[in-house]
């Protein structure tokens, strides 16, 4: 029976994992994000077309569940294929900063999130261009699709900044317990976990978040560049807080209170 490793052991395999992700070659970098991008519409149109088949015939709950549900492969894909996906790869290249003995790393994790962001957004929207042609999604996705969008921008402030501490937290969170795993099944099975668990909770992942909104606007959403706007900046921030503190940096406490206990 395998045995779980130890916390100094994840965080030794985050590094290595950082340092990939760190080392990669601006068009490696740039095709592994954009391939993200594209992939989460997978999982929100899944979502769309599951709740619009369901929700007439069984109501709200049993379509929502469903749809969470049918969202969560899109993560397995991320997960399996490796591609570079915005907070996802928060703790890792952390973990290889923290480790280094002559540099924070500023430079390359600054590389690392702005184009991971950026072309995230590029393959997301491009994708969703394509699946927004007349006819390609089956009847009702589309005025589905126009509802989570509307909803997203429409919440509280605060609530959408508490979505999104949560939504930063499970990803990251996501990004830990994978360098804790050795099979490509139990990566699986984190990966579907946490997906489903930010769809049914509607938990902010802000990549997620505005390709949601996008569609609904390509799709005829009433929705303005000024309020896709805030909720990036409110959930960007929530995620932040959520990725970079609540889960990075206490593991980061974590790790260094272990090495302090060895010596």
Request: net charge negative.
């Given at each position: 029976m395998s045995v779980?490793?130890?916390?100094?052991?994840?965080f030794?395999?985050?590094i290595?994992?950082g340092?990939?992700?760190l080392?990669?070659?601006m068009?490696e970098?740039?095709?592994?994000s954009?391939i993200?991008?594209?992939t989460?519409?997978f999982?929100?149109v899944?979502?769309g077309?599951v709740e619009?088949?369901?929700?007439?015939?069984?109501?709200?709950?049993v379509a929502?569940?469903?749809?969470a549900?049918?969202f969560?492969p899109?993560l397995v894909f991320?997960?399996?294929?490796?591609?570079?996906l915005f907070?996802?790869?928060?703790f890792?290249p952390?973990?290889k900063a923290?480790?280094?003995d002559?540099?924070?790393l500023?430079?390359?994790?600054?590389?690392?999130?702005?184009?991971?962001f950026?072309?995230n957004?590029?393959g997301g929207?491009?994708?969703?261009a394509?699946?927004?042609?007349n006819?390609?999604?089956p009847?009702?996705t589309?005025?589905?699709l126009v509802?989570?969008?509307h909803?997203?921008?429409?919440r509280?402030?605060?609530?959408?900044f508490v979505k999104?501490i949560?939504g930063g937290?499970?990803?990251?969170?996501?990004s830990y317990?994978?360098?804790a795993v050795n099979s490509?099944?139990s990566?699986?099975?984190?990966?579907y976990?946490?997906g489903?668990?930010?769809?049914?909770?509607?938990?902010?992942?802000?990549?997620?978040t505005?390709?949601?909104?996008?569609?609904g606007?390509?799709?005829?959403a009433?929705?303005?560049?000024?309020?896709l706007?805030?909720?990036?900046?409110?959930?960007?921030a929530g995620?932040?807080v959520g990725?970079l503190g609540?889960?990075t940096?206490t593991?980061?406490?974590q790790?260094?209170?272990?090495?302090?206990?060895d010596e």
């Amino acid at each position: 029976m395998s045995v779980a490793p130890d916390p100094e052991e994840i965080f030794d395999r985050a590094i290595e994992e950082g340092e990939r992700r760190l080392d990669q070659s601006m068009l490696e970098l740039v095709a592994t994000s954009f391939i993200a991008g594209f992939t989460v519409v997978f999982g929100i149109v899944a979502l769309g077309i599951v709740e619009a088949f369901l929700e007439p015939q069984y109501g709200h709950g049993v379509a929502k569940l469903a749809g969470a549900l049918a969202f969560g492969p899109a993560l397995v894909f991320l997960v399996v294929g490796r591609t570079e996906l915005f907070n996802e790869n928060f703790f890792d290249p952390v973990a290889k900063a923290v480790a280094a003995d002559d540099s924070w790393l500023v430079g390359p994790l600054v590389r690392l999130w702005s184009v991971t962001f950026v072309l995230n957004l590029v393959g997301g929207t491009l994708f969703v261009a394509v699946l927004s042609v007349n006819g390609a999604l089956p009847d009702g996705t589309a005025s589905k699709l126009v509802t989570f969008a509307h909803e997203f921008v429409h919440r509280r402030t605060e609530a959408e900044f508490v979505k999104g501490i949560v939504g930063g937290t499970l990803v990251t969170l996501l990004s830990y317990l994978l360098e804790a795993v050795n099979s490509v099944a139990s990566r699986i099975a984190l990966a579907y976990v946490v997906g489903v668990l930010l769809t049914v909770g509607v938990f902010d992942h802000v990549i997620v978040t505005i390709l949601h909104v996008v569609f609904g606007m390509v799709l005829g959403a009433t929705i303005g560049l000024g309020e896709l706007a805030v909720t990036t900046a409110v959930v960007t921030a929530g995620n932040l807080v959520g990725g970079l503190g609540l889960v990075t940096l206490t593991h980061v406490a974590q790790w260094k209170g272990a090495r302090q206990s060895d010596e």
